[in-house]
């Protein structure tokens, strides 16, 4: 189920994706309003997965059934994949690591940190999540939209 601090997450997810799209794409209008959009469903699988297990898998294929263009940034955005990442699934990694689960905004330390007190240090969540902000970290993309974390 979808909780209100959920929500809460949802949509700044929503519009942090948008906001790094800008930045990424400062003349792409449809692509900053598909970013939104791509956060605003992200954690849709939150309301049919049992606490939130396999929440990405099953979000990604509700929206794959009514043809969303981005269902697969869905299915994928929990865990980090090898190879190239598309636009959209790098942006949404980022905003997702840069909104706790509260809605509040944060640096990507803080989000692992927040990780870590939730699972533990030895945990798979934390681990995934030390090299997904590292990965994040090495792209080129992030020197140009890391500017947008402080607006």
Known sequence: MITDE????????ARTAQRLAE????????FHEDMFLL??????????????KFHSKIGG????????RY????????????????????LLYC??????TKGIEC??????EDIKKRYGAQSIPYKDSLVKIETLKSD????????AQAE
């Open 140 to 147: 080129v993309r992030y020197s140009v939209i890391s500017t």
């Open 39 to 52: 956060g605003f469903v992200h954690d849709v699988g939150y309301e049919f997965s049992d606490g939130g």
């Open 61 to 68: 294929e509700i929206l794959r059934r009514n043809a969303y």
């Open 71 to 90: 269902a697969d940034a869905v299915t994928k955005h929990s865990y980090l994949t090898d190879g190239e990442l598309p636009d959209e699934l790098y």
């Open 6 to 13: 959920r929500l809460t997450h949802i949509i700044k997810v």
């Open 23 to 30: 930045r990424l794409r400062p003349n792409d209008k449809e």
């Open 107 to 112: 640096t990507l330390e803080e989000r692992v």
């Open 95 to 100: 905003a997702d690591m840069m909104v706790d």
